[in-house]
């Protein structure tokens, strides 16, 4: 192993290389029940559970995981030394604050080892992206063994770069292990997303043509509208009325129509956020800027509508409108 990852390490444009048993949106590792120490044992069953998944050094680095409190695994992480393991920050701050993990002792309900925290990492998420982290233990390869093992490498450029050298040198080491399924982690998140991004963009397509509907027929509606008015305006004119306030007078009526269609379209959004709220990953299904921007647009298309005939109206002739009826 150690003889592998150093080579790999040392080809060009390789920045980091490491192991596990589990990488990001993979699966989290052997899934168990816990127990920490100094804490009552939970009755069969009834224990929290967590994800444990070993890892040679580099692990975090190599993975784009931060490392929040205490030390990553060293090569003097073996088993003639301490039992270490480093907890996510979703397993430390459900039991403890701050630097607080730093030394206690936890294990899994399969298992009498028990590991020292040594250090917390950041949350990560496996399989399932919309759901909330699982609490995640960490422990070292050669401490606790594992398998099978996955390669992670992260590059200083493109990673296709690399992947023939990484070939070589697994082939010439282990023989026995084939390498044949070769993902980007950007490729590993793609896929985990591809179905709900396929909706997505089904929905984000037909969103835009019934917004474009929408905001042709109100501007059709709105237009027939004050246009059917024209004997009505003609009238008011001959009588002495100022054109200005007849674009304000159309102008407000059209406002009250288009406040109260925003009112109801607001709602009806807000009550169908609930079969949508799947679909999205961190983003409110009640985005603010979503359900503001989208409403005054229509509502600038409906006085827009308004606007253009009755300015129109406005500076016409009112006896050749009258003549005209």
Not at 27 to 51: A, F, K, L, T
Not at 288 to 304: N, R
């Amino acid at each position: 192993m150690n003889a592998t990852l150093e080579r790999v390490r040392a080809l060009p444009g390789v920045q980091s290389a490491t192991l596990g048993t589990a990488l990001p949106m993979q699966g989290g590792g052997n899934y168990d029940g816990y127990i920490i120490e100094g804490r009552p044992v939970p009755s069969s069953g009834n224990e929290d559970q967590m994800y444990q998944t070993a890892v040679a050094p580099d692990y975090f680095k190599t993975v784009g995981v931060p490392l929040l409190l205490g030390r990553d695994f060293a090569t003097t992480d073996d088993s003639t030394n301490l039992n270490v393991g480093v907890v996510d920050v979703t397993l430390a701050n459900r039991y403890w604050k701050g630097s607080e993990a730093l030394g206690k002792r936890i294990r899994t309900t399969g298992d009498t080892t028990w590991y020292t925290i040594v250090g917390v990492v950041g949350a990560v998420r496996d399989g399932d992206a919309t759901l909330p982290p699982e609490p995640h233990l960490y422990v070292s390869i050669p401490q606790a063994g594992g398998s099978p093992l996955s390669l992670a490498i992260r590059t200083n450029g493109p990673s296709t770069t690399v992947i023939p050298g990484v070939r070589r040198i697994v082939s010439e080491i282990e023989p026995s292990i084939p390498l044949d399924d070769v993902r980007s982690l950007s490729g590993v998140i793609d896929q985990t997303f591809a179905t709900r991004r396929l909706t997505k963009i089904l929905l984000g397509g037909f969103a835009l043509v019934g917004l474009i509907l929408a905001a042709v027929g109100i501007y059709g509606v709105m237009s027939l509208h004050v246009a059917n008015r024209g004997r009505e305006f003609g009238i008011r004119l001959a009588l002495g009325a100022d054109p200005r306030a007849l674009v304000r007078l159309v102008l407000g009526e059209g406002a009250v129509l288009a406040g109260l269609g925003v009112v109801i379209g607001i709602a009806g959004a807000i009550g169908a956020t609930r079969w949508l709220a799947t679909l999205l990953y961190d983003v409110s299904p009640t985005d603010p800027v979503v359900l503001v921007m989208l409403p005054l647009l229509l509502a600038a298309i409906a006085l827009m509508a308004c606007y253009v005939p009755a300015r129109r109206a406005a500076k016409s002739d009112p006896l050749a409108v009258l003549r005209a009826d």
